[in-house]
């Protein structure tokens, strides 16, 4: 197994033995989630990107509830963190960039080639296919702003937004990815780092499947 194959496996370990450790109830409840002990095997179920989870217990086994395509090692780390972490405070309504997040100027440069910098190349000439798919992928909503917008619910309680603006003969073409200002109740800067991440990919792969 390689280094990173083998760090990843670490952390997802420590965080199923951290729940463990946690009052699942309490866990589900602040997540946004349900817990179901009823059927001889503790499980929490939750939403990911518009899709239903089921995380078992003591197993730690993660897996869609409709059988599609599994989770990679990073985004089951994320999941389990979001259980870990999730203060249960409702979204603020407030929507800041990624500069503004308490510790996001130092992480700015990551953000911008990982997931802003992709964003605008693959979809700032057709923002309208951004759109579509944040529809169709995530069961996203269209959101007004820029030219075209997309509001999308990562996790039941961290909505995020991607907004594009077209390019003209004296501009290019601008977006970014935007947060409710109570995102840091629920993650760290690097994980934030990752959602934004993944959301952008996925949708940057499900374009060249549509």
Not at 74 to 95: D, M, T
Request: charged share 25%.
């Amino acid at each position: 197994m390689l280094p990173q194959q083998e760090n990843l496996s670490l952390a997802r370990q420590i965080s199923v033995r951290t729940l463990l450790e946690a009052d699942l109830g309490e866990r589900a409840e602040r997540s946004g989630g349900r817990l179901d002990s009823g059927s001889g095997q503790t499980r929490i179920e939750i939403r990911f990107l518009g899709r239903d989870l089921r995380l078992s217990f003591p197993t730690g086994t993660l897996e869609y509830r409709e059988g599609e395509e599994p989770l990679s090692l990073r985004e089951e780390i994320l999941v389990l963190h979001y259980l870990q972490g999730a203060s249960g405070s409702p979204p603020l309504a407030k929507w800041i960039s990624f500069a503004e997040i308490p510790g996001g100027a130092f992480y700015h440069p990551v953000f911008l080639q990982r997931c802003k910098t992709p964003l605008v190349r693959f979809f700032g000439e057709d923002p309208e296919r951004m759109l579509a798919t944040a529809v169709e992928k995530f069961h996203g909503e269209f959101w007004p702003m820029g030219d075209v917008g997309v509001k999308i619910q990562a996790f039941p309680l961290v909505p995020l937004a991607l907004v594009l603006w077209k390019g003209d003969k004296d501009f290019p073409p601008e977006g970014n990815v935007l947060f409710d200002a109570s995102i840091s109740s629920y993650f760290p800067i690097e994980d934030i780092v990752i959602l934004a991440e993944t959301v952008v990919w996925k949708l940057i792969k499900a374009k060249g499947r549509t």
